[in-house]
């Protein structure tokens, strides 16, 4: 049976995660609350033969900072941009570490 990674089920939560801040900024909402712990991109375990490379080690703390940003209330830039700036980012980390699911991400973006 496939048993996902630690770091897949966590992917998994962050794609729901954003899913969930895009219905509620395309309804004209602030979202205001960031329930995961973004850290656990730091140490959670990987599937077998996936490692943090330095390529990821070159995304995830830019990542983690936009993924923050969103829910900033004293942002100074518009809230579709910093959504969509933490998307791009999940994007740019996924072109070299993990391309499978870059369709799914896409579809987060907010045109
Ligand atoms: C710093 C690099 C990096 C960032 C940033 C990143 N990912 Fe990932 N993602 C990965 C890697 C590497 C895997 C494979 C993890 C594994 O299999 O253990 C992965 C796996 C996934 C998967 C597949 C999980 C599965 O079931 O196998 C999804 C979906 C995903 N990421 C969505 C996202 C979304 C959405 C974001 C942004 C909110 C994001 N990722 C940000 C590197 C990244």
Redesign the pocket.
């Known amino acids: 049976m496939y048993q ?2 630690e ?2 089920g966590f ?2 939560a ?2 729901a995660y ?1 899913q969930q801040l895009k219905s509620q900024i395309v309804a004209g909402g602030t979202p205001t609350s960031l329930p995961l712990d973004l850290l656990k ?1 730091h140490s959670a375990e ?2 077998a033969g ?1 490692s943090r490379t330095e390529n ?1 080690q070159s ?2 703390n830019v ?1 983690i900072a936009s ?1 923050k940003a969103i829910v900033d209330t004293l942002g100074k830039t518009e809230l579709k941009e910093r959504y969509n700036t ?2 791009n ?2 994007l740019n ?2 072109k070299t ?2 391309t ?2 870059i369709p ?2 896409k579809k ?1 973006l907010i045109q």
């Open positions: 996902p990674s770091m897949a992917m998994n962050m794609y954003n991109l990987m599937t996936k990821w995304f995830v990542f993924q933490a998307i980012n999940c980390c996924h570490e993990c499978g699911p799914k991400i987060l």
